[in-house]
């Protein structure tokens, strides 16, 4: 019961660092995070604003969507979020967000090309687009899955992007790190045009982020 407390805390603290980052406004975007060792998902509530969440507000739930901790309604993208555990086991917690210029790439359906070396090592090459579908649906989470194949985030056509990562942390760093670069790309269209890295540039420099980056025990 203290893990699930503490990692309802962490799901709570990453909603206040999404707002406080400007990755979202207002109640929209959401995070969830996988429950070691179990197979249950903690995620953000429907509608409630990240700055007065507690972590009893975190509705628990098994990969069937069934609720199994909790009372508040859970995020209208519960489908989406699962659909993604169930397809990459290598993927722990999810942050879905609203900022402005990943939400421009996304609404003009352009990827972020792999360009920026930050973005190809945490994110594994290019930020595809993917199939447009309803928010909530199950077609939604189809979509993102193959659209984020081989790739740690996914612009959500018309509607904003999602980022994913070994843990809530990551997650979040994922989701910076696009919006930093889809403004970067915006910018270095008006002066001509994105260089992209070669897939050889690419691969080497995302094992290095996996292999060697940051202090090692």
Not at 145 to 152: D, F, H
Not at 195 to 212: A, H, K, P, T
Request: glycine share 10%; hydrophobic share 40%; aromatic share 4%.
């Amino acid at each position: 019961m203290n893990q699930l407390l503490e990692i309802r805390k962490k799901v709570v603290e990453k909603g206040i660092e999404m707002l406080a980052t400007n990755l979202t406004v207002g109640t929209w975007g959401n995070i969830s995070c996988r429950v070691p060792d179990q197979d249950y998902v903690a995620i953000t509530p429907s509608g409630m604003s990240y700055d007065t969440l507690v972590p009893d507000d975190i509705v628990v739930l098994d990969l069937r969507g069934n609720i199994v901790n909790g009372t508040r309604k859970p995020s209208i993208e519960v489908p989406l979020h699962l659909a993604i555990y169930i397809a990459r086991e290598d993927v722990h917690a999810i942050v879905h967000t609203h900022s402005a210029y990943a939400t421009a790439m996304a609404v003009s359906r352009k990827d972020i090309p792999g360009a920026v070396e930050d973005l190809v090592q945490i994110v594994g090459g290019n930020v595809r687009v993917n199939e447009y579908a309803l928010p909530g649906t199950e077609q939604l989470g189809i979509n993102t899955v193959k659209a984020l194949q081989g790739r740690n985030a996914v612009l959500l056509a018309n509607h904003g992007m999602l980022g994913v990562g070994r843990d809530l942390e990551e997650a979040l760093r994922v989701c910076l790190i696009v919006e930093k670069s889809a403004q970067i790309t915006l910018f270095a269209q008006l002066m001509g045009g994105v260089v992209e890295l070669s897939q050889n540039d690419i691969d080497g420099m995302r094992n290095f982020y996996l292999g060697g980056y940051g202090q090692r025990k």
